[in-house]
């Protein structure tokens, strides 16, 4: 699956009632069609799509380039599928502002209505959402976040953060699949139509870094402090910290509550409560100079088309998804 991008400038407001009423009527069939044809699986593998999560909501009538669709999409989905009769083996959680909040608890909801442990899913919710917000560092905060699963543990995630500062909105979108390393290059797509040079610490080209990082976690947080005493006197100008960004007091402590977690990978690192974007923007400062191991400040958001183009740009055209899409629409018409 590639990534891709699409403009979301900000829009405020709601969606008409007649029309997400529609959305939400429309919606209901179309998660029904699929997931009693197809399986729950493939629904969240074209959730996690961005190039057909931003069709479905062209054709479900909403403003092709807004953020609204996002928002309005994830609504009526979870609407539209907690109005069906018959109950099918897929959930859909959280939200908007508030809503995403209670993802938590509509996740122990589900765990309880069907006799399974959410555990799994509540920490997943919570470490994605984590990354999103600090380890890639975009200039984006998460202000939606929805959180779709089956009984049989697959899940995906569509969330968006906004920046009111650009007018924007991006969307991250991921999907569960086996050997998923949340920490390098996870997400099925990135969306937003401007790219610029970001702190990405989920970037392959930051392995170094992130290796580095938990090493020196694990040093004593009095040497940690000399280190960072070292580094900070001679911080160079760079575009992602400065001096003014940092409460030392606070690094220092956040410093021994992450030496005494003992976190072994950048994952545990990330989970620990507390570690936020300042943080980790100093343990970044410190593994590329201390360490020689450099974060990637490469924009994670992708151009991308649906089927690839004939003369081999961006990418050469994907006969099997090709083929996908055409009987994913012949049997859709003839099941109408």
Known sequence: MKRTITSLPLHYGKAPAWLFQKMKRLSARLIEIIVLEFGPEEFLTRIADPLWFQALGCVAGFDWH?????TTLCGALKEGLNSLEEELPIAICGGKAKRAMQTPDELQHYGEKWGIDVSYFINMSRLCAKIDNTAIQDGYTLYHHTFIFTRNGEWAIVQQGMSGVE???RRYQWLSQENLDVTCEPHTGITCDERKDVLNLVAKESTGSRDSIVDFVKEYPDTMKKTWDKVSLAMPERHYIKPADINEKRLFKMFRAIHESHPASFKDLIGIRGVGPRTISALALI?????????????????????????GHPFPVQKKTYEQSIEFLKTCIDKA
Request: proline share 9%; hydrophobic share 25%; net charge positive.
């Open 66 to 70: 807004s953020s609204g669709l996002t």
């Open 167 to 169: 007018g924007k909105a």
């Open 287 to 311: 593994s590329e100079l201390v360490y020689k191991t450099p974060p990637s400040f490469k924009d994670p958001a992708r151009f991308s088309f649906a089927h690839g183009g004939k003369d």
